[in-house]
């Protein structure tokens, strides 16, 4: 089945720096993935996604681009603010009707 | 409109008690979904229904583990005999139908968070 492993576990940059979040992904049908956000108490919230016959998105300060050769994905932060501090989680899919596989999380700390 | 909410919002209980846990996805998504969120980590599949059928149970831990939903809509997770490894945030999410172009996102509700003393 699917394995997605994320890294870093933990980043702390400085307010206004960027922050670049990375996932890995093993099986080659997977063509959606989904970052969400999650602060402390508060559920998942979806705040961008990629699906596979595409290669970058952005939407203001996020971007997520998708290497399929490499199976891997990334989530970009630019000019990070305080209130971008949570978890950031990244998942691969087979698309609608199949679950999503999480990677383990990311700690963002971003320092005023 | 109203996003997914879940009942209760915390649940504490004794060890070989039963639990039940409910979600109330978006008005008219077609394709619910459960996870578990153990602390600190991450969110782990445990069923996916389709309607009221569950075309996808391969997460469920163990035969204590249980789900339906009824009418297209509510879906309740049943735990039957708790242990102490069952103690976790429990995760609903829902998504449109397979004909939306949205139909890939699952928008998540906030969670039962599960006790097991």
């Known amino acids: 089945g699917e394995n997605v492993e994320q890294h870093p576990s933990t980043l702390s940059v400085q307010e206004g720096d960027s922050a670049v979040i990375k996932c890995t992904y093993s099986?080659?049908?997977?063509?959606?993935f989904p970052w969400y956000k999650q602060e402390l108490g508060k559920r998942p919230q979806l705040i961008i996604d990629?699906?596979?016959?595409?290669g970058e998105k952005k939407d203001q300060r996020i971007a997520v681009t998708l290497n399929k050769t490499a199976k891997h994905f990334s989530l970009h932060i630019t000019e990070t603010q305080p209130e971008d501090s949570a978890v950031y989680f990244c998942a691969a899919s087979g698309g609608y009707g199949n679950k999503l596989v999480f990677g383990a999380g990311t700690i963002l700390r971003v320092k005023s | 409109g109203a996003g997914v909410s879940q009942s209760p919002s915390n649940k504490v209980t004794e060890k070989g008690k039963d639990v039940e846990l409910r979600c109330d996805p978006i008005s008219g998504h077609t394709a619910l979904y459960w996870y578990r969120q153990s602390l600190g980590q991450g969110l782990e599949f445990l069923i996916y229904f389709q309607g009221n059928s569950a075309p996808d149970k391969s997460g469920l831990p163990s035969d204590r583990f249980s789900a339906e939903r009824t009418g297209g809509s509510v879906s309740t997770l049943t735990i039957q005999r708790t242990q102490q490894e069952d103690s976790a945030v429990y995760l609903c999410?829902?998504?449109?139908?397979?004909?939306?172009?949205?139909?890939?996102?699952?928008?998540f509700g906030p969670g039962t968070r599960l006790t097991v003393t």
């Open positions: 099986d080659s049908a997977s063509n959606y």
């Open positions: 999410a829902s998504s449109l139908a397979r004909t939306s172009l949205s139909s890939y996102e699952q928008y």
């Open positions: 990629i699906r596979s016959n595409v």
